[in-house]
């Protein structure tokens, strides 16, 4: 849906004027939760939310599939410019060794049942040496049975296809999806065979001036199918959205969103059993459903120390919705971040969707996500991870709910957005809606970042402050933050770090991303006497610090970059002057394991590493490790 002002009409109102029920639905309820959008109505992805989608209950898609590569993008279009030829269109539903047996003179230059196979999801980077640096076109398929029960409607679910997605089951064209880190669904109801699907994703990893990312970045692109693909059969009216928070110490807040025709005026019914809780609401005209419930005096609040979650179910009809939920505020007091009423010092880490590993392809199961977050909490001591630049996989989200760690969850808008263009601004927008309504039901996550390190101008204020405002509407029970730059300066003698970013106000929790003593001049033994001049009201987290270290490199006498040595003592003059900021409340150094970089390319140090992590890629632990976790401890007292 896309609306450019308050009254606007949107593209659903031309014609005869109708509108599928979810999207009206959700247009309405993105309107009146929280601060009405003061420019522009919210953006809402267009196709179903499938709330908790991982849970359900489905058929996997995941395993074996073929691939097949188009470096000239033959399957999409003809060398004039015209529609590609029935030879070559990868996505046709045809067995092509049946036909050309049945007619030797029919010319392909495709089969994709005869191609290369990959196990998904990975990376393609990880299906064959030759794959490791290829940007571009790949197709996939997937040959497949269903079981299709009478009364129930089909839809396949992609965790998340990076960067851009175009699919077809059975020659039919079912849609496309730009973005590489958000879930999108269609629906196959009436498409869908018991016997030979035949799916087909073709999958574009290049990236342009109005991509979000940019083209350039500091990390692997990591092209592919890289999270799950289900095929989940609901009933014809189904729960498509809940939503369950604390919308403060004393109210339990729900909302309900039924996809279908027979989703109005329906009965409802919420419960909590292990609270004891059950409620019935009727929906409305729109499907939609809101109750507001007095918090139990026995529930147990969610925190690091006690990562409670609860199970949660909503049914209405023949659909039993469920999830696992924890219950918890977060909010800011001046210069502090409160969980549940009280201070809280976010005791962080950064980490990249990698697995650990020497030859990662973006193989995040939940047994790799658990490996990462052991180091964060089990090995720093950490409480708090930024899950950076990009939405990680449900997971890794799943997995820090469970093991108790506060989220940092940001969309890429990162270094060089097209921040004039409104195609860039909509895109942005839209993924920023897809990721806050995939996991907003996750106690983790605390903290929603609208991008890292950006250039300043008018026209990126502007477009980062609607996507400030985006946030407050869709979650207003949530803190937005970004990882803003500074510049410095000097008072005589004296190093003055300056924050001139007039996004801080706008914010509610503050962060910088800082590197005195990495880039430019500033020695270790200076940094302590360095002064932070940032405005005081409000809660300031070093979003990123670092320093590179090559795992085993030493140099004892006389440390320089990229030693372990030189990594700690970092470390250490880093820690000290930040300590002395009244109202610094957290840190998420970068990084926790070194990872692929196409940027980083010193021979022997790098390799395309960046070697920032305070472990290796395969988790040998560098002195700066230690360094940290002690700290931390010391925190935690």
């Known amino acids: 849906m896309r609306l450019t002002g308050p009254d606007a009409v949107p593209d659903w109102m031309k014609g005869d004027g109708r509108m599928p029920v979810r999207i009206l639905v959700r247009w309405i309820m993105a309107m009146t939760l929280g601060i009405a959008a003061p420019v522009a109505a919210q953006m809402m992805p267009e196709g179903p939310v499938l709330a908790a989608a991982d849970l359900r209950e489905g058929q996997s898609l995941d395993g074996e599939w073929t691939y097949s590569i188009d470096p000239y993008r033959d399957g999409a279009a003809g060398f004039h410019g015209g529609p590609a030829g029935e030879g070559h269109r990868r996505y046709d539903d045809t067995d092509v060794a049946a036909r050309t047996a049945d007619d030797p003179i029919a010319l392909y230059e495709y089969d994709m049942d005869a191609s290369p196979r990959a196990v998904l999801p990975e990376s393609w980077t990880g299906h064959a040496p030759e794959m490791r640096h290829y940007e571009g076109l790949v197709w996939y398929q997937k040959r497949f049975d269903a079981e299709i029960a009478p009364g129930e409607r089909q839809f396949l679910r992609f965790g998340a296809v990076n960067y851009h997605a175009e699919v077809w089951l059975n020659g039919k064209r079912l849609g496309e999806h730009e973005g590489g880190f958000t879930p999108f669904a269609f629906e196959v109801t009436g498409v869908l065979r018991t016997e030979g699907n035949r799916l087909v994703v073709g999958v574009d990893s290049q990236r342009d001036a109005l991509s979000i990312p940019p083209p350039v970045t ?316 940032v405005p005081p009201g409000k809660p300031l987290l070093f979003s990123e610090v670092g320093a590179g270290a090559l795992a085993g490199l030493h140099q004892p006498e006389r440390p320089g970059k990229f030693s372990e040595e030189y990594q700690a003592e970092y470390y250490r003059q880093t820690l000290a002057m930040l300590s002395q900021i009244p109202n610094f409340a957290g840190i998420s150094p970068w990084i926790l394991k070194d990872f692929r970089s196409p940027r980083r390319q010193r021979p022997v140090i790098q390799d395309g590493w960046n070697r920032k992590g305070l472990v290796s890629e395969t988790g040998e632990r560098k002195q700066a490790f230690g360094v940290l976790a002690d700290w931390y401890a010391e925190r935690a007292r």
Do not use: C
């Open 218 to 533: 500091d990390w692997e692109t990591y092209g592919g199918i890289t999270r799950p693909v289900r095929l989940i059969a609901v009933s014809e009216t189904f729960v498509d959205d809940a939503w369950v928070r604390l919308a403060d110490r004393d109210t339990l807040a729900v909302d309900i969103v039924l996809d279908g025709a027979s989703g109005a005026e329906r009965e409802v019914v919420f419960s909590i059993p292990e609270l004891g809780l059950r409620r019935s609401v009727r929906t409305g005209d729109d499907g939609a459903a809101r109750l507001t419930i007095a918090v139990p005096p026995e529930v147990e609040l969610w925190s690091p120390d006690s990562p409670r979650l609860y199970e949660v179910l909503v049914e209405a009809g023949g659909d039993r919705w469920r999830d696992r939920v924890g219950l918890r505020t977060i909010e800011t007091d001046g210069p502090h971040i409160l969980l549940n009423g009280e201070p809280v010092f976010l005791r962080g880490i950064s980490l990249h969707e990698e697995e650990l590993g020497e030859d990662p392809a973006r193989r995040i199961t939940p047994e790799a996500a658990r490996e990462l977050l052991t180091l964060a909490k089990g090995g720093l001591g950490a409480n708090f991870v930024r899950l950076a630049h990009y939405p990680h996989g449900e997971a890794m989200v799943r997995a820090a709910d469970e093991m108790g760690l506060l989220v940092w969850s940001e969309i890429p808008v990162y270094w060089r957005i097209a921040f004039d263009d409104p195609a860039a601004l909509e895109k942005a927008r839209l993924m920023l809606a897809e990721n806050i309504l995939r996991d907003r039901n996750r106690a983790a996550v605390a903290l929603w970042s609208v991008g890292n390190e950006t250039p300043l101008s008018d026209a990126r204020n502007a477009f980062m402050r609607r996507l400030v405002d985006d946030v407050r509407t869709l979650d207003p029970h949530r803190l937005v933050t970004a990882a803003l730059l500074t510049e410095q300066e000097r008072d005589g003698d004296h190093p003055v770090m300056v924050m001139g970013d007039p996004l801080a106000q706008a914010l509610d929790v503050m962060a910088i991303n800082a590197y005195n003593g990495w880039y430019g001049p500033d020695r270790l033994a200076d940094l302590p006497a360095i002064e932070w001049r």
